[in-house]
């Protein structure tokens, strides 16, 4: 065998493994979808074993689910609750970020131990008193709750404060000497150029919020206050067996972020590269 | 030591105060307030209504120790970790490798892989959950089996297990394909030089320059599958035969500070985890001089 054929023969080979790799990823998605469409006794029926509905392609699940849990308002919960969320998230850690960064200040070394050691603690130490105060604040099933424990974030200001170190530092000599005040250097040169980390910050921010199960439960257990991911759930219990109906919902629960996902994948892709994958 | 200032200094200072004013304040109250809060109410019992609490020792700490649900679910978290892990690491790893080079469709690869990412647990869950199904799923289908997935306690946790590797292969793909792709090409070619390539190369210079990355995932993997909620929340019934099998001691801490009200035993619990979670980190970063290597 020359050496293009077996090169080919080695590329052929991966592409095989990689596709049959992609068949086990999508299989469950394509049968979520396909289930969505089916009629109940259609997705029990197993003998013949319909793939596609045989019977019409059912729009009456997404309908009937809509409309009985609400999902219009469970979007408009979900979308307030991550936009709050990323935009709180960015504007304090790039604040942060810029000052650990470049500025120098009183106990900084003291402040920037508070923020590794935050990194270092497991999550769910922090939930029960949260959920406390929210309780203790009359909060529960509000904007405020779902918003609560991510109005400020230690990765997010570390991740920031990498960005911010990363620029010369020559670029604010230049600034300062030209009489350019720390607000005005901050907002108007070096945020600018760290937009690459921001934008990490943000999608990694809006994929957490939007995944997170635990916390909306316990704050918004109310249906109609909580996140489509909470609310999930709750469906599944109530449409105990429907499955083309309990598939409705989760198509309609994961529709959003894929489609942005699809739109942004570079971004995504490298806001997780960046992160770490880690919040 | 304290010096004066200068006017330009003192500016500075403010401005960097004012800076990190809403991080550091937000941080002590969402986050070290709270962390005071559970250590306290750790030694607490939790008062009825409006009560609030009652200081009672270590007693949550010895009744933790002697209450064997608190190991099981324990152990089911160690059994996920177990399962879950190498096959993560070990397929995640084959698959940066396959794809870390120019080829058609890797962007489509890296978009389908990385699915799982992009979908909320409670929905990936829901689906499973009906692939899984026993007469009507579409798994038992295709292997032509009758495998009781979510209700016979010997297999439901493979069921997770299968859930969990699925969902957490692409993030680690995508780490380490950027770890690989942050190798130097020479590297490979001195070693072509000197007559090592294919598996040989592998092994000394990828796995090596890979290792921190690893390390990484290795370790925050653990973290991770120590603390499984989702999954087993959503696929499993409650009132299942299997779900004690699969029941994970952050369930247990949720059930006891949330569905039972003991807060204070809930509170010991998220202690027992932490320090557990404490010592497995450490005892990672005494091996990880054994095999990372950082240049």
Known sequence: MNWKAKKNLTSGVIHIFLILGSLCMLIPFVWMILTAFKTKTESISVNPFYIFPAHGWHVENFVEVWNSYNFALLYKNTLIMIALRVLCACLTATMAGYAFARLKFPFKRVFFALILIQMMVPGQIYIIPQYLIISKLHMMNTQFALVFPGIVTAYGTYLCKQGYQSLPISLEEAAELDGCSIGRRFLSIMLPLTRSSLVSLGIFTALFAYKDLMWPMIVCPRTESTTLTAALAKLQGQFVSNYPQIMAGAVLAVIPMLILYLIFQKQFVEGIATSGGKL | ?295
């Open chain 2, 1 to 295: 030591m304290k010096k004066k200032m200068t006017k330009k200094a003192r500016i500075e200072a403010v401005w960097g105060l004012c800076m990190i004013a809403p991080t550091i304040i937000g941080l002590l109250v969402l986050n070290y307030y709270p962390i005071c809060e559970t250590v306290y109410q750790s030694f607490c019992k939790t008062g009825d209504f409006g009560k609030g609490n009652e200081f009672i020792g270590v007693t949550n700490f010895v009744n933790l120790f002697q209450d064997a649900e608190v190991f099981s679910t324990l152990f089911n978290a160690a059994k996920y970790t177990v399962f879950s892990l190498p096959a993560t690491v070990f397929l995640s790893l084959v698959l940066a490798v396959l794809m870390n080079r120019k080829m058609i469709g890797r962007s489509a690869y890296r978009t389908i892989f990385f699915l799982p990412m992009v979908c909320a647990p409670a929905a990936v869950a829901m689906v499973w959950k009906w692939m899984f199904n026993q007469d009507y799923g579409l798994l038992n289908h295709m292997i032509g089996a009758k495998i009781n997935w979510v209700t016979d306690p010997k297999v439901a946790m493979i069921a997770i297990v299968i859930v969990g590797v699925w969902g957490a292969l692409g993030n680690n793909m995508i780490l380490l394909l950027g770890g690989l792709q942050d190798i130097p090409k020479d590297y490979y070619e001195a070693a072509a030089v000197d007559g090592s390539t294919g598996v040989h190369s592998f092994f000394h210079i990828t796995i090596p320059l890979l290792s921190p990355m690893l390390f990484f995932i290795i370790q925050t993997g653990v973290m991770g599958s120590l603390n499984l909620f989702d999954l087993p929340f959503m696929i499993m019934d409650k009132t299942s035969r299997a779900w004690p099998s699969v029941k994970t001691i952050s369930y247990l801490f949720y059930e006891y500070a949330f569905e039972q009200s003991n807060r204070g035993y809930g509170a010991a619990i998220v202690m027992f985890l932490i320090a557990i979670i404490g010592v497995l980190t450490v005892v990672l970063q005494k091996t990880e001089k054994m095999w990372v290597h950082y240049d």
